[in-house]
């Protein structure tokens, strides 16, 4: 139900790079990208692989559920898994990011989501 900022590798490695030769002391960059949300960012995924994407989005009664089996899984003595109350949190959570003052002041790129998709990819 939440989301997080795409980015790509190279152009975060490139700003830190700007930073060290251009950065001023004491200002803070955010080294951001593309902020979208895990199903769109899902079914964008499953469609670089030809397959059916997520159908729909969990909600929190859904969510409630599915982070309350994990934790008595657990309880229980098994080892942890991915869903658990705490990962269904963090997964509600929108961990966009605003790289406007990096993209200004050091010509931070932020290349599409597609694009950025497809080089991971292969």
């Not at 060290?20 to 951001?32: K, S």
């Not at 229980?76 to 898994?81: D, I, L």
């Given at each position: 139900?939440?989301?997080?900022?795409?980015?790509?590798?190279?152009?975060?490695a490139?700003?830190?790079?700007?930073l060290?030769?251009?950065?001023?002391?004491?200002?803070?960059?955010?080294?951001?990208g593309?902020?979208?949300?895990?199903?769109e960012?899902?079914?964008?995924?499953?469609?670089h692989?030809?397959k059916?994407?997520?159908?729909?989005?969990l909600?929190?009664?859904?969510?409630?559920?599915?982070?309350?089996?994990?934790?008595?899984?657990?309880s229980?003595?098994?080892?942890?898994?991915d869903?658990?109350s705490?990962?269904?949190k963090?997964?509600?959570?929108?961990?966009?990011?605003?790289s406007?003052?990096?993209?200004?002041e050091?010509?931070?790129?932020?290349?599409?989501?597609?694009?950025?998709?497809?080089?991971?990819?292969e």
């Open positions: 139900a939440g989301g997080c900022s795409v980015c790509d590798v190279r152009c975060v490139n700003a830190i790079l700007d060290a030769l251009a950065g001023r002391t004491g200002e803070r960059y955010v080294l951001a593309n902020n979208i949300t895990y199903f960012l899902w079914t964008k995924i499953a469609r692989f030809n059916r994407g997520p159908f729909t989005i909600r929190k009664p859904g969510q409630l559920v599915v982070g309350l089996v994990g934790d008595y899984l657990l229980r003595g098994q080892s942890e898994s869903v658990n705490a990962a269904v963090m997964g509600s959570q929108f961990h966009y990011g605003d406007s003052k990096a993209v200004r050091l010509g931070y790129l932020i290349p599409d989501i597609d694009r950025i998709l497809s080089d991971a990819i």
